[in-house]
């Protein structure tokens, strides 16, 4: 097992809690994989406030179905945990309830796993009544299993002498306490589902496109959302900034208009409890007519981070959804890496939303992928009458006009009609 403490300069910022960090290389896995894997733990431990003083990295062919790592290996994490004045130990895997149990009595400190930890990190940064219920939603659902390890008077379960009395009766009370909540913010969430829907499909008969930004965590979606729609949305070089999806409106260079939504990061791993609480959330990009998936490009695990989001847009049902690839972050490339990238993917979009390298050729892009299905149309209007003059401005904001002619009593438009559109438009 190796051991190791951080090195640089520690933080002793008022109550900062001191974290170990977990991490197992099993059967064929990689040890890169696995230290990278870490390297990201480190990322989520310091977004959740703690600072990372031990990083523990075991290799053994399967997981221990008792205290994860094995007996030996566990006596050594609580002696280096002492050692180090550890406070929390967060595991770069989900542990099962008994291993919690098991762990947390041998090392005597705090247990948590990557599930936890992340939840955590929802929990700080959701700011919205959507975004707290959603979270709130999944640490339930996480912790109804979890719940007769919270103390040894808690966990007498399964009947006969011993096991009657205010233990099983408290378990069984916040059980349910637990299960009326998941209950009553599943209706909730059900509700802010029926409004979305009814939005979108408000969206629809606008018929106003609209384009979905996904990636990985700090993959830099908002950045490039406050470009694209010249917001002043929260970004930062953290993780999990953005829970609460943003829609904004867009006016292309043809002065059609169209809907950019940026949503939560994804992450490898993402647990499903968040997915499902989500569901609501990232049903937005399944119902998009484009899909940007941004890509941090100076990644050096750029193929799994890829692979994550590909992961989590299947399951969420948005994974047939025309989609562009965009390199994000070119700036930090070199020369012959963007020519490397360029030769492995020609149809990659490399641009820099920092530097705004690349945005004009993207929105160029934008628009082409959206008008792809267009049938050159002429149209005439009555300039006099107040639908048709409805219609002309619906024209111009959803078609590229082409040549507009007024006569005395006409006006006549030919224009690219998005096929979609034709019937609504003429």
Do not use: W
């Not at 290389?25 to 696995?34: F, I, M, S, T, W």
């Not at 399964?158 to 913010?185: F, M, Q, V, Y």
């Not at 949503?263 to 989500?278: K, Q, Y």
């Amino acid at each position: 097992m190796a051991a190791h403490r951080s090195t640089g300069p520690t933080r002793s910022i008022g109550r900062t809690e001191r974290a170990a960090l977990v991490g197992l290389v099993a059967g064929r896995a990689r040890r890169l994989d696995a230290e990278r894997s870490l390297d990201e733990l480190a990322g989520l431990a310091q977004a959740a406030g703690a600072e990372v003083v031990l990083r523990v990295l075991q290799e053994r062919p399967k997981p221990d179905p008792s205290t994860f790592l094995g007996a030996g290996k566990i006596k050594t994490l609580a002696l280096s945990a002492a050692e180090t004045n550890v406070d929390v130990v967060i595991f770069d895997n989900e542990l099962t309830p008994a291993q919690l149990r098991q762990i947390e009595g041998e090392v005597g400190r705090k247990i948590i796993d990557r599930t936890q930890l992340i939840l955590d990190i929802f929990a700080r940064r959701a700011r919205t009544r959507e975004g707290k219920l959603q979270v709130e939603l999944a640490q339930l659902k996480y912790m109804l299993p979890r719940l007769a390890g919270s103390g040894t008077a808690l966990s007498r379960l399964g009947g006969g002498i011993g096991s009657r009395g205010p233990g099983e009766t408290k378990l069984e009370t916040d059980r349910r306490r637990i299960r009326t909540r998941i209950h009553a913010i599943s209706d909730d969430i059900d509700q802010v589902r029926k409004r979305r829907t009814q939005l979108r499909e408000r969206r629809h008969k606008a018929s106003v496109p609209t384009v979905a930004l996904v990636g990985y965590t700090n993959a830099g979606k908002t950045t490039l959302f406050n470009v694209l729609t010249r917001a002043d949305a929260e970004a930062s070089n953290a993780l999990f900034v953005t829970l609460d999806p943003l829609v904004r409106q867009v006016r292309l260079p043809d002065n059609r208009e169209l809907l950019v939504s940026d949503t939560v990061g994804f992450i490898d791993r993402l647990p499903h409890a968040l997915i499902a609480a989500f569901r609501a959330t990232l049903e937005e990009t399944a119902d998009a007519d484009l899909v940007l998936h941004v890509i941090d490009a100076s990644a050096p695990d750029r193929d799994r981070r890829m692979n994550a989001v590909r992961s989590v847009l299947d399951e969420v049902g948005a994974i047939e959804v025309p989609m562009l690839e965009v390199y994000n972050k070119c700036d930090a490339l070199t020369p012959d890496e963007r020519r490397r990238l360029q030769e492995q993917d020609p149809s990659a979009l490399l641009i820099s939303s920092l530097t705004r390298q690349g945005i004009d050729e993207l929105v160029e892009t934008i628009t082409s992928r959206l008008a792809l299905d267009v049938v050159r149309v002429t149209l005439t209007f009555d300039p006099d009458n107040d639908a048709d003059r409805e219609r002309i401005a619906r024209v111009y904001r959803h078609a590229r006009v082409v040549v507009h002619e007024a006569r005395e009593r006409e006006v006549s438009i030919v224009a690219d009609v998005p096929r979609r559109l034709l019937n609504r438009l003429s």
